[in-house]
């Protein structure tokens, strides 16, 4: 098919010089932000170790569940929502890991349905890239 282009003067606006080159930085959470809205909101649940709970949420539940292969390949070849079943997957299994090491924590999880959502919508956040991220 041939296309063709009405002769007219135009303008093209320049290439903006300000956005930097190659992939934009992922916006992730300080340990200090994601730890307020935790405490905003289970901050009634007395924790033995408040400090290591708030790591282990923070930082290692996040890394384990990105490192699950099925969740990774989701993330690659698939859309949003289908990352997100497998994200789910990936957590759960995450979590009857640590159940012997952090027994409160996986309670919470398994007990309390608005808990479980605000983890597994954090770890979502701080994991999930999309193709070509």
């Known amino acids: 098919m ?3 282009l009405a002769d007219q003067d135009q303008e093209i606006e320049p290439v903006p010089t300000i956005a930097g080159a190659g992939l934009p930085e992922p916006e992730v959470d300080h ?3 994601i ?3 935790f405490n ?3 901050g009634n ?3 033995q170790d408040s400090d290591k709970i708030g790591r282990v949420i923070a930082e290692e539940i996040p890394a384990k569940v990105a490192a699950d292969t099925a969740y990774r390949n989701a993330m690659l070849n698939s859309d949003r929502e289908n990352a ?3 994200h789910d997957r990936a957590l759960q ?3 009857f890991g640590i159940m012997s090491d952090h027994t409160e924590l996986f309670k919470q999880f398994s007990d ?3 808990f479980k959502k605000w983890l597994a919508d954090l770890t979502f956040g701080r994991t999930y890239q999309a193709p070509g991220t």
């Open 2 to 4: 041939a296309i063709t």
């Open 31 to 33: 340990l200090s932000n």
């Open 35 to 37: 730890l307020r809205a």
């Open 40 to 42: 905003e909101l289970f």
């Open 45 to 47: 649940i007395e924790w």
């Open 84 to 86: 997100r079943i497998e």
């Open 93 to 95: 299994h995450v979590m």
């Open 112 to 114: 309390n349905p608005s």
